[in-house]
């Protein structure tokens, strides 16, 4: 193997890529784009594990991330202190679980998060409304937004509690097939 | 216990849990006790690890929803107890047989990035992708796949039928001169070289070398087109399965909101398109929703009358160009009988005709067809877009019948010199004229259309990426290909140079000319359908010309392999009547005259396979009705833990005597009081979701419910 590299030891480049679904290569582009992030704040040499966040602003102004109408949630569910700071772990596990080949359990669970606004693991009708709102500029009047709300729990809510548990979601996953090349992000 | 399993254990930490430290005090639980909980939770966890192999371990672990930190170490405390169970035997040889399995693996992991690497047009992929959606980025990598069947089939003549057939004729150069006309028509120089049929002769006979050319043209071409075959049916099942069997969402709103949105599109303008979309999508619905379905009987009767109307046109002008077609190739056919100067220029531009032909029919007749879509009304878009395909299909394979039905009868007895090399050379010429036609398409469908679009007419507007019309373009040139095999083995190469360079012509018009899609989805079940299509009249119908070319029609006298046989599967009865002198194959003697020359044995195999596929369907139709009962009982399920909780929660507020803890095997959950009912939101109450701290009750029940199973188990243990 090549050239010689100083920002890994070798023990936690196999850590990383027996941990995450990416080569090791991939591991260390990511963490030149970490780096990118903020230069100052980040150091090149990561063998004794420096704990290091970089702050939510930053990571949301990423090209991958800067359109996405749910960029807020994807970096919050993945940080440790729920307010969307990333260490380099959380930074690559974030992407490892949006990545191709990541499997479609691991994205409902995520998935599941991203789209609970109130982290009270059930998708319930202001989360839908405010999913809404993201998806749409607000431009729905209030009872079209109610509406198409009631009807998405109607159609997906299967024990009838009228919200959605992960349970309900992962069904509702499961038989769209299109979920898991959607729900992906190239980097 | 499965993965899943162990997937749900590790949400227990990763705070799939309700609301944090005060929601555990008030249900009477210390963080202690929830720790304790995880720690025995990791324990089994790692335990369960340890017994899998390595490479099932690694991807376990990567697939549970952990962070990165537990991750890792629960992967150095698997790692730590697999050595330490390894430390018992031999410690030498246990520690060179985990170097061997780690380099083993990081020269696994190196293949397959490097494999990355090289994958082609891998960057550009992902640039369409994040402009314009995965629905166009499947037309690009369909073309990737056709790409690679070509790219095998051209590696697999090249090797085995023409690199023998140059080694054996070099030193023999054709008579003809080179003219730059030969690369559009395909005759003249190119007609005497291996690129056709007629190029290729058996010298079995007259020269030392070795080589059985009638057999290795045979089998080269049957092995592809088997191994193609094979390929098809795993990929149209394996996307079948995915995409169809387990989604019957129609577009549902649930849908549209949760699982539609395209998380890979980067482009602002992009972004801001499919918002409007969505937007646009969701009030549609809504005033379909709202409209009431009823119409008057008058209006259906109207409704199918003008179906049927369009059926019949479109009918009609799928019939009206496939006569023009037979009436030109009955006319081509004539002028060869005629002419008297076969070198002609004249005559050789003559050639032409048919492919253009064909190729303008190609396109402009979809273009009627979706003038006549628009004067139909269909409820249901997804249904349109069905009968657009549909229409376009039957289209196209009737004018591929149409002149395969003339090469195999007319051509044959009427074509004076190698009637293969003949057929060979029109399908040059279709393959050349058909990308020279999807250029001007492109040219004139999405230029031409974007100018007149932004400049003249702007209510137009920007096209969209005609996704059907291209794949189904690619279709038809495959098809021509694969039909061609026999006739001009090296047809491939061509098809992939036009691959390529198509790749690069759509990219280019895509990035200048088009917009996003308007409709957002279904790409998967598109997908499927364009595969299945490439099977079923692509290369059914181009694998049973082939096979009826070399089952029933005579080989010409004067050119080719297989010169002076009846057929050309002759060849192969020939060389078992050779063989069966020698006892030692006369296995593969039986085998050939007992199981594939006699009905019997084929008859008895389909008629093994119907009752198998009968028994199957029956077996779907039992699980269609356990599917609906299984609903059923999560709903009443649902009901029953809502009954049970609000009976647990009427015994709680009651109980304000604390319990005797010999009474209840397990923490003291009744010891605490409650403070007033206010504190616990009715969990099941219509769409209130809580906005103060304390938790839902629900899932405060589940935690009890956790740690009662806990205790359980731990019983369980202690007997």
């Known amino acids: 193997m090549g050239n010689k590299q100083t920002i890994f030891t070798d023990e936690q480049l196999d850590a990383y890529q027996d941990c995450t679904f990416f080569t090791r290569k991939e591991i260390l582009r990511l963490h030149g784009r970490y780096h990118e992030l903020a230069p100052h704040l980040v150091p090149m040499d990561y063998t004794n594990d420096p704990d290091v966040k970089v702050p939510l602003a930053l990571i949301v102004n990423m090209p991958e991330l800067k359109e996405n109408p749910f960029r807020n949630r994807i970096v919050e569910s993945f940080s440790e202190d729920g307010e969307g700071n990333l260490s380099f772990n959380e930074f690559v596990d974030m992407f490892s679980v949006l990545s191709e080949t990541a499997p479609r359990e691991l994205k409902a669970i995520y998935a599941f998060k991203i789209y609970d606004f109130n982290t009270d693991n059930f998708i319930c009708m202001e989360d839908l409304e405010k999913t809404l709102n993201r998806l749409t500029k607000e431009e729905l009047t209030p009872e079209e937004v109610k509406l198409v709300c009631e009807k998405s729990i109607e159609e997906a809510d299967l024990d009838g509690d009228s919200k959605l548990s992960f349970a309900d979601f992962e069904n509702m996953i499961s038989r769209a097939p299109d979920f898991l090349s959607t729900f992906h992000i190239r980097i | ?719």
Request: aromatic share 12%; hydrophobic share 45%.
């Open chain 2, 1 to 719: 216990m499965g993965v899943t399993s162990m997937r749900r254990r590790g949400t227990l930490k990763t705070g799939l849990l309700p609301g944090g430290n005060v929601a555990l005090e008030k249900i009477g639980l210390t963080e202690e006790d929830v720790r304790d909980e995880i720690m025995s939770e990791e324990q089994d966890l790692v335990k369960e690890l340890v017994t899998m192999s390595t490479r099932e371990c690694i991807q376990a672990i990567r697939d549970l929803p952990m962070c990165m930190e537990d991750k890792k170490n629960i992967r150095n405390q698997v790692l730590a107890s697999k050595s330490s169970k390894k430390g018992f035997l031999l410690t030498c040889s246990a520690d060179c047989s985990e170097q061997i399995s780690l380099s083993l693996r990081r020269c696994g992991v190196g293949l397959s990035s490097a494999r990355q690497a090289v994958r082609l047009w891998q960057g550009t992929m992902k640039e369409i992708g994040g402009r314009f959606g995965t629905s166009v980025l499947s037309y690009f990598s369909f073309l990737k796949w056709l790409l690679m069947f070509n790219t095998i089939s051209f590696l697999v003549n090249f090797g085995f039928i023409t690199i023998p057939q140059l080694v054996q004729t070099s030193g023999r150069s054709p008579d003809v001169r080179f003219t730059g006309l030969e690369l559009i028509t395909g005759a003249g120089y190119f007609n005497q070289t291996v690129m056709y049929y007629g190029g290729y002769i058996n010298g079995t006979k007259d020269s030392d070398f070795k080589y059985n050319m009638q057999l290795a043209y045979f089998f080269t071409i049957a092995a592809y087109l088997v191994l193609c075959g094979v390929s098809l049916i795993y990929s149209m099942a394996r996307s079948f399965r995915r995409n169809f069997v387990l989604s019957d969402l129609s577009s549902g709103s649930a849908w549209r909101l949760l699982c539609s949105w395209d998380f890979s599109m980067v482009n602002e303008r992009a972004v801001r398109q499919r918002k409007n979309n969505l937007r646009v999508q969701l009030k549609e619905s809504l005033s379909e929703m709202m409209q009431t379905n009823f119409l008057p009987v008058s209006e259906r009767m109207k409704q199918l009358g003008i179906h049927l109307c369009t059926w019949v046109v479109s009918a009609g002008l799928a019939a009206g160009s496939c006569a023009a077609i037979y009436y030109l190739c009955q006319y081509n056919l004539q002028q060869i009988k005629v002419s008297q100067n076969p070198g002609n220029l004249k005559e050789e531009a003559s050639t032409l005709l048919l492919p253009f032909v064909v190729s303008l029919f190609n396109l402009v007749i979809p273009l009627l067809y979706s003038l006549l879509s628009k004067v139909e009304n269909y409820s249901n878009p997804r249904f349109q877009i069905y009968v657009i395909i549909l229409r376009n299909v039957f289209l196209k394979m009737s004018i591929l019948s149409i002149l395969c039905f003339h090469w195999v009868n007319n051509v044959t007895t009427n074509v004076p010199m190698c009637w293969e090399s003949y057929v060979g050379q029109d399908l040059y010429r279709l393959v050349i004229v058909n990308f020279f036609f999807s250029i001007f398409g492109s040219f004139f469908g999405e230029f031409l259309r974007r100018i007149i679009g932004t400049r003249c007419m702007p209510s137009i507007g920007i096209p969209e990426f005609d996704i059907a019309t291209n794949v189904l373009d690619l279709i038809y040139a495959q098809t021509l290909t694969w039909i061609g095999i026999y006739f001009s083995p090296l047809l491939p190469l061509i098809q992939m140079i036009k691959l390529f360079l198509l790749f690069y012509l759509k990219k280019v018009s895509l990035n200048r000319n088009c917009q996003p899609p308007r409709r957002s989805g279904r790409a998967a079940q598109m997908q499927t359908i364009y595969i299945a299509l490439l099977f079923f009249p692509s290369f059914v119908g181009a694998l049973s010309l082939v096979a009826y070319t070399v089952w029933c029609l005579t080989p010409s006298d004067s050119c080719g392999p297989f010169q002076g046989l009846n057929t050309t599967f002759e060849a192969v009865s020939l060389w078992m009547e050779d063989t069966a002198i020698i006892s030692e194959f006369s296995w593969a003697v039986w085998i050939y005259s007992h199981m594939i020359k006699s009905e019997l044995f084929f008859f008895l195999l389909a008629l093994i396979f119907l009752v198998l596929i009968y028994f199957f369907w029956q077996i779907t139709q039992g699980r269609k009705m356990l599917i609906i009962l299984l609903k059923e009982q999560i709903i009443n399920e649902g009901k029953d833990k809502a009954f049970l909780l609000e009976k647990l929660r009427t015994f709680q507020n009651l109980s304000l005597v604390p319990y005797h803890a010999e009474n209840v095997h397990g923490p003291q959950y009744f010891e605490r009081t409650y403070q007033t009912e206010s504190d616990y939101s009715e969990g099941y109450q219509r769409g209130a979701c809580p906005e103060e701290d304390t938790p839902p009750f629900a899932s405060s029940a589940l935690m009890q419910a956790m740690m009662a199973r806990r205790q359980a188990e731990e019983e369980d243990e202690e007997y």
